[in-house]
């Protein structure tokens, strides 16, 4: 069963901060997603990757900046934490040779303060 | 551009009542068609998928979905619901072209299912 882990369920920063949320899939998938979810809006697409050190803006990457320096792990780096980012966070994973659709992590709940 | 419309952003019900969660979609490509279920505090989970085939899909814990091409909607049903359904459902499309697996979300509907 494919698991993805995210590092933290809960985080609580300060404005300024530079922040990293980890997120590591076992199933050696391709593809690795952050979203971003709010109330009302449902998920937002921040970043994803579709290899290594390969990336592509979603529809909400203001503020936002990503890393895979591993085919595993995908990170989301808060440049300089500000309060609008203070939302749950999302992480998920997808292999482009199978028609299953994306595995998501638990999330992490994000407090900017 | 693909963009999903989930129509209630709450839905109220009684143990062991039917309920539907309505969602549409507009899209100038085909799409895959998915519902998600994100139980409190947990990520998302897969309830059910249309790839293609029976428009009519069948998912985990007793829901359905009918896939209606000439309207654009994905409607998730379930004849008979439990407490243990209370949750926030989300409706979501990916573009059958390309190999992304990007997905365009609705912004989710909380049943409450009450006893």
């Known amino acids: 069963d494919v698991k993805v882990t995210q590092s933290s369920r809960y985080l609580v920063k300060r404005t300024g901060e530079k922040v990293f949320l980890e997120c590591v899939q076992d199933?050696?998938?391709?593809?690795m997603f952050w979203y971003r979810q709010d109330p009302g809006l449902g998920l937002r697409l921040i970043y994803f990757s579709y290899d290594v050190k390969m990336k592509e803006k979603g529809d909400i990457p203001e503020g936002y900046s990503v890393s895979r320096e591993k085919k595993e792990r995908f990170s989301l780096i808060l440049e300089s934490a500000s309060t609008n980012q203070t939302s749950m966070y999302l992480c998920a994973s997808l292999s482009v040779y199978s028609n299953q659709p994306q595995h998501f992590g638990d999330g992490t709940r994000l407090s900017i303060l | 551009a693909q963009s999903v419309t989930q129509l209630d952003s709450q839905v109220p019900v009684f143990e062991e009542a039917p309920v539907e969660l309505r969602c549409n979609y507009s899209s100038s490509v085909s799409v895959y068609l998915f519902w998600y279920v994100q139980y409190p505090n947990q990520g998302l989970q897969l309830l059910l998928k249309?790839?293609?085939?029976?428009?009519l899909v069948k998912g985990i814990n007793g829901f359905e979905a009918e896939f209606n091409k000439s309207q654009t909607s994905f409607h998730l049903r379930k004849p008979s619901v439990h407490i243990s359904d209370t949750a926030e459902y989300f409706c979501a499309v990916s573009e059958r072209s390309g190999n992304t697996g990007k997905l365009i979300f609705g912004q989710g509907t909380t049943l409450q299912v009450k006893p």
């Open positions: 199933m050696d998938h391709e593809n």
């Open positions: 249309y790839l293609s085939g029976s428009t």
